[in-house]
């Protein structure tokens, strides 16, 4: 079966990193996403990922080993409104979308 | 990016009755997604509506219990009938829009349904 693992919920303090990890066993893979999504509110698009290595946007990175079946987000000098759930999404060999529970991030003053 | 307009934002309904959620896009698109997303867990593909033919459906679902409208190419429905507390959830409707080089999900902001 098709799996995408992240953790449930992360806590971090603000002003600090955090790394998300996202593990993911496709049938293919076609590019995988990752999105934000504050409470009672739809995902917004934050990264994508089809290669090897890290793509950089601002304080959000996104990283990628293909070989592994490994992504990670990174997100640097949090700031309370970073305060969200974060999923990851896989494209599979049939250009379905298989997406990760979420991962909740709490930060801490 | 596309902008989608969902209603209604949230709905309150008696058991046993049927409830329509509206999607509205600002372009034409050829395929919209409808998504469930129950509490604290993440997206389930319903189905896929495309104009002019019947809507795709994904294991687990069926027409009857999730018809869809698909009239033209901005504007889809998603009917969830005969309701039960088991359907309170959320349902968002989402199109594909190039972005970064990849076809990237855009959401309605959701319809939040709590069935009594």
């Known amino acids: 079966g098709q799996n995408i693992d992240q953790p449930t919920e992360m806590t971090a303090t603000e002003g600090a990193i955090v790394q998300i990890n996202c593990t993911y066993q496709t049938s293919g893979f076609n590019g995988l996403f990752w999105y934000q999504q504050h409470a009672g509110e739809a995902p917004t698009f934050l990264s994508y990922n089809v290669l090897d290595g890290l793509e950089e946007k601002g304080r959000f990175s996104s990283f990628l080993s293909r070989s592994k079946g490994y992504s990670y987000l990174l997100l640097k000098e949090l700031q309370m409104k970073d305060s969200a759930s974060y999923l990851c999404a896989v494209r599979d060999s049939n250009y379905q979308l298989i997406w990760g529970a979420g991962t909740k991030l709490i930060i801490k003053p | 990016s596309a902008v989608i307009s969902q209603k209604p934002s949230r709905d309150i309904c008696q058991r046993g009755t049927s409830l329509t959620i509206q999607c509205q896009v600002d372009s034409q698109v050829t395929m919209m997604f409808w998504y469930r997303q129950q509490p604290g867990q993440s997206l389930t593909l319903i189905a896929t509506?495309?104009?002019?033919?019947?809507?795709?459906?994904e294991s687990g679902f069926v027409i009857d219990k999730f018809p869809i409208s698909r009239p033209n190419l901005t504007f889809s429905t998603l009917t969830v009938s005969n309701m039960s507390p088991e359907d309170s959830s959320i349902y968002l409707c989402?199109?594909?829009?190039?972005?970064?080089?990849?076809?990237?999900?855009?959401f309605g902001a959701g319809s939040r349904l709590t069935v009594l």
């Open positions: 509506a495309n104009q002019g033919s019947e809507a795709t459906y």
């Open positions: 989402s199109v594909e829009t190039g972005t970064s080089g990849a076809n990237v999900l855009t």
